[in-house]
Antibody, heavy 118, light 110 residues
Framework: EVQLVESGGGLVQPGGSLRLSCAAS????????MHWVRQAPGKGLVWVSR????????NYADSVKGRFTISRNNAKNTLYLQLNSLRAEDTAIYYC???????????WGQGALVTVSS | QSALTQPASVSGSPGQSITISCTGT?????????VSWYQHHPGKAPKLIIY???DRPSGVPDRFFGSKSGNTASLTISGLQAEDEADYYC??????????FGGGTKVTVL
């Protein structure tokens, strides 16, 4: 089955860290740019970051630049997002999604909930 | 990067047509033909319904139609059905090598 499955979410204190994972299956992971998109409670979708097929290019939203780091392991078909210096406003469901030839984003995971609270 | 502007809500009766607008700038919607639309039922993963302004992924019915004029993209849903009730988001690639989403539109089928 073609799918993306996020894991690693949870409750973390302000200033803390967390690493999200996104496991891909059923398709050639290394053919796709991969992205993270988040949705705060009751709010809309917000793009967070992207990485190209071999990991040599990354881009970030201004709101997370310098705090979040995207990475991937094509041998393990897995995308990661390291979240550091977390703030209350980072509380959201984090989705991973894929993109190829501008058909973006044609597959999404079910999301991982990150809650930043003391 | 400011979010693209969408109406908060749009409604229509079964069988009718509705149109959702998505307004950006020359740095995003107006600058590229890389505009996508997503259907999102709460609690589920978003679903791509339009990419590159007016292309439909396989399996998406032709009741969904995308277009663009200047800095504004539009999604038209014709023959509205009960299962079309959902949140709809547009997105666009930007000159900053990033993506930006619209604020979302809640579609209600009366």
């Amino acid at each position: 089955e073609v799918q993306l499955v996020e894991s690693g979410g949870g409750l973390v204190q302000p200033g803390g860290s967390l690493r999200l994972s996104c496991a891909a299956s059923g398709f050639t992971f290394s053919d796709y740019w991969m992205h993270w998109v988040r949705q705060a409670p009751g709010k809309g979708l917000v793009w967070v970051s992207r990485m190209n097929i071999d990991g040599s290019t990354t881009n970030y939203a201004d709101s997370v630049k310098g705090r979040f780091t995207i990475s991937r392991n094509n041998a393990k078909n897995t995308l990661y997002l390291q979240l550091n210096s977390l703030r209350a406003e980072d509380t959201a469901i984090y989705y991973c999604a894929r993109c190829k030839n501008w058909e973006c984003f044609d597959l999404w995971g079910q999301g991982a909930l990150v809650t930043v609270s003391s | 990067q400011s979010a693209l502007t969408q109406p908060a809500s749009v409604s229509g009766s079964p069988g009718q047509s509705i149109t959702i607008s998505c307004t950006g700038t020359s740095s995003d919607v107006g600058g590229y033909d890389y505009v996508s639309w997503y259907q999102h039922h709460p609690g589920k993963a978003p679903k791509l319904i339009i990419y590159e302004v007016n292309d439909r992924p396989s399996g998406v019915p032709d009741r969904f139609f995308g277009s663009k004029s200047g800095n504004t993209a539009s999604l038209t849903i014709s023959g509205l059905q009960a299962e079309d009730e959902a949140d709809y988001y547009c997105s666009s690639f930007t000159t900053r090598s990033s993506w930006v989403f619209g604020g979302g539109t809640k579609v209600t089928v009366l």
